[in-house]
């Protein structure tokens, strides 16, 4: 029995030595051959690299064919339509509001006709109550006007006559001599007719009347509301006097200049025409364009506050450049160009305006070829395909 154990231990023993003999062979046999081949290794590696490489699908796309040609400049863009003048009505006194207008936003108005009014009964009783005073001083000089100024006494008196309570006061008289206008003041008649003044200006600011015919586009308050001074009541435009802005990019500022003829469209394409009233100063830091106010001429044009229109400016230059669909542009100022391996090349351009759905570009070559069209996932040195 001892000695069976002993040879299955001995068996055991020999198998794992020939086992480790023969991987320690083959192990070392295999670094020698990886070291002498390692070239044919690598290329047969790479090899089978560009074979699965080559084996990918391009991409189909469709090309334009770059012709640069001389084309007519054009500004087109799209704007809103506004009223040259749009005001906000607020009070300077307080009291209750009153209005014979209805005080809601969309109410009509002529110019000059009363918007609305600020209850002012106490303001007139005190008024009337100042006049009656003034002619009750003015009545205690006209004796002594009439012995020491009788050049004068004929105009005072007139100038007494003619006050009413109920009216504004009329206009001084003149003086004729130093002495006259010295009696004047120290009897303190100067001061109580500026205060009287002063008191018919205030007055005045209780009824508020349109500057100019238009309608109501905001309405803060109703009437019977108590009103304070400085307190916005309604926000009116001015109808029939109206104008577009258009974004235009900055280095189309040199193509426009003011009293230039814009047209404009709407209603199914039907023309209006304007001109160029202003340019601004100053970039719009979202869209880097600059605003260009553009007068629209007056007429039954059928066009509201708000309403968008479609601008063209017809510039005096011609550009040699390139035309090319928005499509074909991305971040901004790139393009993709195929190249003779039909690979991708992605290349800066330089827009020079834009036209409808095109944009003129300039320097790209004559018979470049460029992907007219967005396509995903695209980058340098894509294979693709043209699309007849």
């Known amino acids: 029995m001892k000695i069976r154990h002993v040879l299955i231990v001995i068996l055991s023993f020999c198998i794992i030595t020939i086992v480790a003999l023969a ?12 070291v002498e081949n390692a070239e044919k290794i690598r290329a047969k590696k790479q ?24 084309h007519p400049i054009e500004l087109k863009g799209y704007g809103k339509v506004i009223s040259a003048t749009s005001i906000n009505i607020s009070t300077e006194v307080q009291g209750i509001l009153s209005s014979s207008i209805y005080i809601k936003k969309g109410t009509h108005f002529q110019k000059g006709q009363v918007l609305f009014t600020i209850k ?11 006049k009656s005073s003034f002619l009750t001083q003015l009545s205690a000089i006209l004796p002594d006007l009439n ?7 004929d105009q005072w008196k007139l100038f007494f006559e ?18 006259e206008k010295s009696f004047i003041i120290s009897r303190n008649i ?66 426009i200049n003011k009293g230039q003829e814009v047209q ?23 869209t880097q364009t600059i605003p260009v106010f553009v007068d629209i001429m007056s007429g039954k044009n059928n ?24 499509t074909a542009i991305f971040d901004d100022e790139k393009v993709f160009s195929i190249t003779n391996n039909n690979e991708l090349k992605e290349i800066n351009i330089e827009i020079s305006t834009y036209q409808d759905k095109f944009v003129l570009v300039t320097g790209l070559k004559d018979g470049m070829k460029i992907v007219s069209e967005a396509i995903v996932n695209a980058k340098d040195g894509t294979t693709v395909a043209i699309l007849n």
């Open 120 to 130: 002012n009964n106490d303001v007139k009783l005190g008024l009337q109550s100042k």
């Open 47 to 70: 090899k089978g690299k560009q074979l699965t490489t080559d084996s990918i699908t391009p991409k189909y796309v469709k090309a334009i064919t770059i012709k640069n040609e001389i």
């Open 264 to 286: 404009l469209k709407h209603n199914n394409d039907n023309v209006i025409f304007g001109k160029i009233s202003r340019i601004g100063n100053y970039v719009n830091p979202t």
């Open 23 to 34: 991987f320690s062979i083959g192990r070392e046999a295999g670094i020698k051959h990886g």
């Open 147 to 153: 012995i020491d100024y009788p050049e004068s006494f």
């Open 162 to 179: 003619k006050i009413d309570v109920q009216k504004p006061l009329p206009p001084l008289p003149n003086f004729k001599s130093t002495k």
């Open 303 to 326: 066009l509201y506050n708000g309403m968008y229109l479609e601008s063209t400016i017809n510039c005096n230059s011609l550009l040699r450049a390139a035309k090319i669909p928005r």
């Open 190 to 255: 100067l001061s109580q007719y500026y205060s009287i003044q002063s008191d018919e200006a205030r007055l005045k600011k209780y009824t508020i009347t349109a500057p100019f015919s238009g309608s109501i586009i905001e309405a803060y308050t109703d009437e019977g509301a108590n009103v304070s001074p400085g307190m916005s009541v309604i926000k009116i435009l001015r109808e029939g006097k109206l104008e577009i802005e258009i974004p235009i990019l900055a280095n189309n500022l040199s193509l």
